[in-house]
């Protein structure tokens, strides 16, 4: 066991300041370090109040914060970040963590532990990965580790989707712990799957928290395993859709000696702390929305929702098809010309949505459709699909009425159908169809012709 002047000598080689005050502000003890971070002497601490050097509008906070390490209940590690003067005046922002040790004997005081801002593993995180463009997924991770900070722990924190299909999309602070593979299940269960009265009836905006007495059975095994001693939780909405709930921010909070689970207590830093980041995961989803409704405007055609032709060719790349053996299918609605005449453009789009939507359910997974322009689509299938058969469905769901109004309006398709050969382009297959297509046309429409 080392002496005293040991571990006063590990303080003040340490980067950080650390303090002990006692319960009215008045400072008992100094590191040296607060030499080099505030610019006072070592003998700094004796007869001061840290309160005297916190900038007016922090005050409160500090005051809120001692006022609860002062509560029954003993809370432990309390961060916060303020703004404290030093010895030239000047405001500097630090991040402080208090550690409540008011009953050991020994201290009787609360240990503070001070870093200026470049120290910080900071909240701000997020926005700076998605001003660097970097994925969704990071942006997520590092929103829910900034809520898994607390003091001197790190703790488990999950980002959840509420239309997540499988626990394989909750997005981990610790991905790499142990803690995390046993808790994802469980956690997707609790929010997801059979989703529990308090994430029920939860709204956009709120923190909550959940006790045992609120969690079923295998949830309360893999808690005393892991020593986990309740959940909290925050519900997300993205910034530009504010009551739409779309994510859980979920967190584990460990049980003592590390902190001191308090179903329903929420210490005001550690609101403002959530808070902050709730505000980053609005933010990041929004951001994550628009990039997704702007990337899809650049690959489909408006109106049908189809590929456009660009984006056609690169979407049989990734998913590697128009190779030997792919069926080609190109398909042109008959007469289509008269209905634009007769009844307007407005009537001729519903028909040219109708025929997308009907394209859309009939195609095989795998498949590929595109609106080529006009009232032309080409669908490119995989080997396994008899593109013939396909064809064929189309044609007859093609010409079922796609409107009532004004009456009863219906609009036949004709088909060229070409099979990929070996050594052959896709362009090549393409072509063939359209003249197998065309062929149909001069054979009376409605139909499907299949070139060799």
């Not at 040991?6 to 080689?13: C, I, S």
């Not at 997005?171 to 790499?176: A, E, R, Y």
């Not at 030997?324 to 190109?330: A, K, N, P, T």
């Not at 013939?388 to 060229?416: K, Q």
Request: glycine share 6%; with cysteine.
């Amino acid at each position: 066991m080392q002496n005293p002047s040991f571990h006063r000598a590990v303080l003040d080689a340490s980067r950080s300041v650390t303090l002990v005050i006692g319960i009215d502000g008045s400072v008992m003890f100094a590191s040296r370090g607060v030499q080099d971070i505030l610019g006072y002497p070592a003998t700094w601490a004796e007869g001061r109040n840290i309160l005297d050097y916190i900038h007016p509008e922090d005050v409160s906070r500090v005051v809120e914060s001692l006022a609860l390490a002062d509560d029954n209940r003993e809370i432990r590690y309390i961060p916060m970040t303020i703004l404290i003067r030093d010895n030239e005046e000047n405001w500097v922002e630090i991040d402080i963590v208090s550690s409540n040790r008011l009953s050991d004997p020994e201290i009787s005081g609360i240990i503070v532990n001070i870093q200026t801002a470049e120290c910080r593993p900071a909240y701000s995180d997020p926005i700076t990965a998605m001003a660097k463009n970097e994925s969704h997924a990071r942006v997520m991770q590092l929103i829910a580790q900034g809520v898994g900070r607390g003091g001197h722990v790190r703790r488990p924190s999950f980002f959840v989707p509420i239309d997540a299909a499988a626990d394989s999309e909750l997005i981990c602070s610790m991905p790499d712990h142990p803690i995390s593979e046993h808790f994802k299940p469980e956690i997707f269960k609790l929010f997801v799957a059979e989703p529990i009265d308090k994430v029920d009836v939860s709204e956009a905006g709120e923190l909550l928290s959940v006790n045992r007495s609120e969690l079923p059975v295998s949830t309360l095994k893999l808690m005393d395993r892991w020593d986990i001693a309740g959940i909290r939780f925050a519900v997300i909405a993205p910034n530009d859709t504010p009551h739409e709930v779309t994510h859980y921010l979920v967190s584990l909070d460990y049980a003592l000696p590390e902190t001191l689970w308090m179903d329903g207590i929420w210490s005001p830093t550690g609101v403002q702390q959530w808070q902050e980041l709730m505000q980053y995961a609005g933010i990041a989803l929004s951001h994550e929305r628009n990039r997704i409704k702007l990337q899809r405007a650049a690959s489909r055609d408006t109106l049908t929702d189809l590929f456009n032709r660009s984006e056609f060719v690169k979407e049989l790349t990734r998913q590697n098809l128009g190779t030997e053996g792919s069926g080609v299918l190109f398909i042109d609605l008959d007469d289509f010309k008269a209905i634009n005449d007769r009844y307007g453009h407005n009537i001729g789009d519903i028909a040219l949505v109708t025929i997308a939507q009907n394209i859309l359910k009939a195609l095989p997974e795998q498949g590929v459709a595109c609106r080529m322009g006009g009232d032309e689509f080409v669908i490119v299938t995989p080997n396994s699909i008899d593109a013939r058969a396909l064809a064929e469905s189309l044609i007859t769901s093609c010409a079922e009425p796609f409107t009532t109004e004004p009456e009863p309006l219906t609009v036949s398709a004709s088909i060229g159908v070409a099979q990929i050969r070996e050594d052959e382009t896709l362009e090549h297959a393409i072509q063939r169809a359209d003249i197998a297509l065309m062929q149909a046309k001069q054979e009376g429409k409605h139909r499907l012709v299949s070139c060799d």
